[in-house]
C-alpha cells in the first residue's frame, strides 16, 4: 500500500474510533513501529490528530471514548495536580469511591498511607491499591469492558448500590453550563451518576480541556456535585455559575 494510501486509512479508522494504538496499526499494515510512528506524526503536522505515548486520539465527536492505556497519557500533569488535591482531602478511616478514570488512578497511587476503604469499578484501580495493607479495598461486579479495563454494566449498578460512601471521586468527559455533566460512554455515565448519588460529597476531578464541551450520555447536573477540582484557573463566567449552583471550586493553579 502507497503511503498516501495508508494514511486515507489511518484517517478512516480513527475517524471511526477516535483513537488509534501504534500496536494496532503495526500489525493491521504489517508495518514497523517506526513507519507508523511516522505517519502518524505527519497527520498531527496537518493538524489531524495528536499524538500520545502509544497511540494518537483526536477530540472531535460526543461519542469519542478513548482507550484507558492512551488516557493515561493525556494531560498528565494536570491530572497528577488535580490527584494530588484530592488526596488532602481523604482522611483515615473514610469510605471512598474512585470511578475509572485516569485520574482517580493517580489519586489510588498517591493514597500511601490513608487507613480507608476504597470502592471503586476499575481494574487499574485495584491493580495499584492490591498491595496497600492500609486500604480495604471492594471491587465491584459487572461486565468487564477492556478499552476502559473496568466493570460495567448491571452488575456494576446493582453491586455499587449496596454501599454508600463519604467521599466519591468521580470524572467525566465533558462539562457544559447548558447541558450539565456527561460523558461518552453511557455505562460509564451510570455507574458516575450512581456513586454520586450514594456519597456524602462528591469531587468531580477535570482537567480544563473538558470545560465547554458536551458528550453523548447525561451523568448528572451540578445539583449533585459538591467540589469540583480542575488543574487552571476557569474564567470569571464558570466561576459566577458554580457559586451560583452551590458548588465549591477548586482551582489547583491560581
Sequence with gaps: MLPIARKAKIKEIIAEKKNVTVAELTKLFGLTEETIRRDLKQLEQEGFLTRIYGGAYINDGVLNDVDVNLREHIYVEGKRKIAEKCVEFIQHGVS?????????????????????????N?????????????????????????????ALGRGALQSLGGYFFDLAFISCRSLSRQHGI???????????????????????????????RTSFAHICGFDK??????????????????????????????
Excluded at 485520574?103 to 498511607?113: D, V
Excluded at 480542575?230 to 477548586?250: H, N
Design 96 to 120: 471512598v469511591f474512585l470511578d475509572a478514570s485516569t485520574t482517580s488512578l493517580y489519586i489510588a497511587r498517591m493514597l500511601e498511607n490513608r487507613r480507608i476503604t476504597v470502592v471503586t
Design 182 to 212: 456527561t460523558d461518552s460512554n453511557e455505562q460509564q455515565a451510570e455507574v458516575r451518576r450512581l456513586a454520586a448519588e450514594r456519597a456524602n460529597r462528591t469531587y468531580l476531578v477535570a482537567d480544563i480541556t473538558k470545560f465547554d
Design 122 to 150: 476499575s481494574i487499574k484501580i485495584v491493580n495499584a491499591l492490591i498491595d496497600n495493607p492500609n486500604v480495604h479495598l471492594i471491587i465491584t461486579g459487572g461486565s468487564i469492558s477492556r478499552s476502559s479495563m473496568s
Design 225 to 254: 456535585i459538591h467540589t469540583v477540582v480542575v488543574d487552571k484557573p476557569l474564567d470569571a463566567e464558570w466561576r459566577e455559575f458554580l457559586e451560583q449552583q452551590g458548588v465549591e471550586l477548586v482551582e489547583c493553579e491560581s
